[in-house]
Structures are given as C-alpha cells and as structure tokens.
C-alpha cells in the first residue's frame, strides 16, 4: 500500500479520513475511546512532520441530516485533550465556513471536521460530494479501516480527486489481517462465536482455505449441533441453514480442517440476570432449555487447542456473556488468547470491546478496530477503502 513515509507533508494540507464513530451515550460521551487513540500514530506524524491537518469522520447514523444528536463536538475535545494541543471544530465538512477554517491554519495545526454524514451525498459516494470534499485537501490519507468496507465519498470518493494513501493504522491493520490469512505461523486457528450463521458463511468458506483448526461456539454453533441432530431445546437456531451447516462440516473434514463444536454446554430457560444456569453435556439438552454459553470441559478443550497453535483469530463471543452466569467461556478463552505466546488477532466488534473490558490489551497482538471490515477482510472480499490505497 502507499503509505506516508516518503511523503513531503511539511506546508501540505492534509485532509485524513480516520474511524471517529465510537460508542456513545445519549449525551453523546464518549464509552471507549480505542478507535480515536488508535489513529492517533498517523495524526501525531503528519501534525510532526508541519501538515495542516484536518480530520472527517462520520459517527451513528444521521441518515443524510444535519443532527446534533450526532455532531462531533465531544469528540474534538477528547481529541484536543489526548494531543494536548487545541483541536479546532468547524459544524460543517464542506462549504464556506470551513474552506475559510482551512485556509487560516498553520503548520502543525489540526482541524475537525463536523460529521460528514450529515449529507447524503456521503453514503452515496456522489461525485460532487466527494469533489467538494477534496477541495480542502491537498493529499488525502485514509486511516479509517473501520469504515473501509463502505465506498463511501469521504473513504474512497475523494481518491478520484486526491492522491490517496495509507495512514499507519489501516496499513497496520491489514498488515496483521493479511498475516492470518495467508502467512501467518502454522497451525492456524479461527475461534468463531457470536450470534448467528448467516452473518459468517463467507467467513468459514474462506477460512476453510485458510486454517488448520476452527473452534464455533455462542448461538451460531446451536446450527451445527442441531445439523448433527442433536437436540438443543428452545436454543437460537437458523433452521433454514441445516443443510448449509452439513456441508460446511463435510467440506471441513475434505479439506482436513479440523472443525470443533462445544461437548458441553451451560443452559437456563430464559436470557436473564436471575436465570439459573446449569452444565450439561451436548447431548443432553432438555427441550424447554436454552444453551448459552460453552461449558467448562469446552472451555478446557478449547483452551487445550489454543495452547497448539501458532497463530489464533477470534471474532464473536462464545456465549451471552452480557449476563455474568453465560460470560465464562468468553472470558477463559479471552484469558487464553492473551497468555498463548502465539500471534493472536481479535477480529473487531463485540469482541476487541471484551477484551478492553477485561484490561486484557496487553497480552493481544493485534486488536482490530474494525467489525463488519474486519469480517469482509477475513472473508476474502477486497475493501474499497484499503483498494484506493493500492490501486
Ligand atoms: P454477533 O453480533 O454476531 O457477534 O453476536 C453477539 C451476540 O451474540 C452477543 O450479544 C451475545 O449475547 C450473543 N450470543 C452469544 N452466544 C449466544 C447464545 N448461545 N445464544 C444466544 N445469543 C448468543
């Protein structure tokens, strides 16, 4: 990828798309802030190396419309605190007022656009949008992995107008991404948790290719146990996705994968603070149960397989581990990830926020920022946003 290290900053405006969409509560703080402190290598160089730097981001889901519910304010501060240093915020991300903030900045300066899905123009990658967007820069970075699966004006559209580049963290990111798909250290593992199947087709079918090992565990293994006609009680199931479960189980043991579903399993009635939870094999699910976490002899052969390998990705939680009873699969195998000296990814989403939340950070190789990019990455599916940079 062109990145930024042979490139002349010093006097240059420098407009960089980073990924400033962070969890927020209804006043708008900020809940974690790991996506903003993860862009803040490339802004610190460009701020070091004399660029006029200025920032776009969209955050939630404004749907084309101005909406303070939405607005970036908090954000600039946050910013401004963590560079120490002022962080000037314009309300809007074309347009007059901003062209006049652009042109009255110095060196080393840096500049906050307001959301820039405020416009429609911005999910519709329209041309003009992206035109006027452009105009305020001189070399358009893209550092926002997170949003690099969307061709949207503000990741891809302005490339058209600007010479694009790689900022550290989205080369990082791919540089690791890449790492566990194609040259990672054998054997190779995938743990993959979460919800649903549906979500994640593509993802085994790739991985297929890709690992020696696959662990499945949380709602989307119901799919495979019930494929293998076991009985799962009233479990989350995609029953219309049996037969594509078969045949991924079959392709696995063709392609000499080794695919590990859970042997036990911890079961309630319901989803609950105050639901009782019980240990049974997978074979003994009662029909009014629900399964809803892995079990503990699961997590030793988990934990076991984790110890062999040389190079682990993990997407999706391995139970509802928002309740304290379901969350102890999730978090021994977080635990396993970080003390395993192998080279270990965790594949974005609810998944890095787990392991921040354990204060587990340390023990990683790589946590990803990005969730859906993340998974299309790991599905084999080239990301317009990393594609402008290369290309
Ligand atoms: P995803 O967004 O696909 O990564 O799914 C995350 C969600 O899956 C979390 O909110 C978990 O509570 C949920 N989950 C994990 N395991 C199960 C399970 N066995 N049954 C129901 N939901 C689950």
């Given at each position: 990828m062109r990145n930024l290290r042979n490139l002349e900053i010093k006097g240059k405006r420098v407009l960089m798309r980073v990924d400033f969409n962070v969890p927020t509560d209804k006043e708008n703080?900020?809940?974690?802030d790991a996506k903003i402190t993860a862009a803040l290598p490339t802004i610190q160089y460009v701020l070091q190396q004399g660029g006029r730097l200025i920032l776009m981001s969209h955050l939630g889901r404004p749907q084309g419309k101005k909406n303070g519910k939405y607005s970036l304010d908090k954000i600039a501060s946050h910013l401004a605190s963590l560079l120490n240093m002022p962080v000037t915020m314009v309300d809007?991300?074309?347009g007059e007022e901003v062209q006049r903030a652009v042109q009255k900045m110095q060196d080393g300066q840096v500049l906050l656009l307001q959301?820039?899905?405020?416009?429609?123009?911005e999910e519709k990658n329209d041309p003009e949008f992206s035109r006027q967007l452009a105009s305020l820069g001189e070399i358009f970075i893209n550092d926002a992995f997170g949003t690099a699966h969307r061709a949207h004006s503000s990741t891809t559209g302005i490339a058209d107008y600007l010479p694009a580049y790689a900022g550290f963290l989205m080369e990082n990111e791919v540089a690791m991404l890449r790492k566990v798909l194609?040259?990672?250290?054998?054997p190779r593992m995938a743990i993959l948790g979460g919800a649903k199947v549906a979500d994640k087709l593509g993802l085994i079918h790739n991985l297929l290719d890709k690992m020696d090992t696959i662990l499945i565990g949380g709602g989307m293994a119901n799919t495979f146990l019930k494929a293998q006609g076991k009985n799962i009680g009233?479990?989350?199931?995609?029953?219309?996705l049996l037969e594509e479960a078969r045949s991924l189980m079959n392709a696995a043991q063709s392609k000499n994968v080794r695919l590990v579903l859970p042997q036990d399993v911890v079961v309630a009635d319901?989803?609950?603070?105050?639901a009782a939870a019980e240990i049974v094999d997978v074979?003994?699910?009662?029909?009014?149960k629900m399964i809803l976490d892995i079990g503990p002899k699961t997590v030793e052969l988990f934990k076991n397989l984790v110890k062999d390998a040389q190079t682990v990705v993990w997407n999706g939680p391995?139970?509802?581990?928002?309740?304290e009873q379901f969350a102890n699969g999730t978090r021994a195998i977080t635990q396993a990830l970080a003390d395993s000296p192998a080279t270990t990814v965790i594949g974005g989403g609810d998944t890095s926020v787990i392991v921040h939340d354990l204060g587990l950070?340390?023990?990683?190789?790589h946590i990803s920022t990005g969730g859906g990019a993340t998974l299309e990455f790991l599905e084999g599916i080239e990301l317009p946003g990393v594609a402008v940079c290369e290309h």
């Amino acid at each position: 990828m062109r990145n930024l290290r042979n490139l002349e900053i010093k006097g240059k405006r420098v407009l960089m798309r980073v990924d400033f969409n962070v969890p927020t509560d209804k006043e708008n703080n900020i809940l974690d802030d790991a996506k903003i402190t993860a862009a803040l290598p490339t802004i610190q160089y460009v701020l070091q190396q004399g660029g006029r730097l200025i920032l776009m981001s969209h955050l939630g889901r404004p749907q084309g419309k101005k909406n303070g519910k939405y607005s970036l304010d908090k954000i600039a501060s946050h910013l401004a605190s963590l560079l120490n240093m002022p962080v000037t915020m314009v309300d809007d991300c074309i347009g007059e007022e901003v062209q006049r903030a652009v042109q009255k900045m110095q060196d080393g300066q840096v500049l906050l656009l307001q959301n820039v899905r405020y416009y429609e123009g911005e999910e519709k990658n329209d041309p003009e949008f992206s035109r006027q967007l452009a105009s305020l820069g001189e070399i358009f970075i893209n550092d926002a992995f997170g949003t690099a699966h969307r061709a949207h004006s503000s990741t891809t559209g302005i490339a058209d107008y600007l010479p694009a580049y790689a900022g550290f963290l989205m080369e990082n990111e791919v540089a690791m991404l890449r790492k566990v798909l194609e040259d990672g250290e054998k054997p190779r593992m995938a743990i993959l948790g979460g919800a649903k199947v549906a979500d994640k087709l593509g993802l085994i079918h790739n991985l297929l290719d890709k690992m020696d090992t696959i662990l499945i565990g949380g709602g989307m293994a119901n799919t495979f146990l019930k494929a293998q006609g076991k009985n799962i009680g009233k479990s989350i199931c995609e029953d219309g996705l049996l037969e594509e479960a078969r045949s991924l189980m079959n392709a696995a043991q063709s392609k000499n994968v080794r695919l590990v579903l859970p042997q036990d399993v911890v079961v309630a009635d319901e989803i609950s603070a105050d639901a009782a939870a019980e240990i049974v094999d997978v074979d003994q699910v009662k029909a009014g149960k629900m399964i809803l976490d892995i079990g503990p002899k699961t997590v030793e052969l988990f934990k076991n397989l984790v110890k062999d390998a040389q190079t682990v990705v993990w997407n999706g939680p391995l139970g509802v581990f928002e309740y304290e009873q379901f969350a102890n699969g999730t978090r021994a195998i977080t635990q396993a990830l970080a003390d395993s000296p192998a080279t270990t990814v965790i594949g974005g989403g609810d998944t890095s926020v787990i392991v921040h939340d354990l204060g587990l950070e340390a023990g990683i190789t790589h946590i990803s920022t990005g969730g859906g990019a993340t998974l299309e990455f790991l599905e084999g599916i080239e990301l317009p946003g990393v594609a402008v940079c290369e290309h």
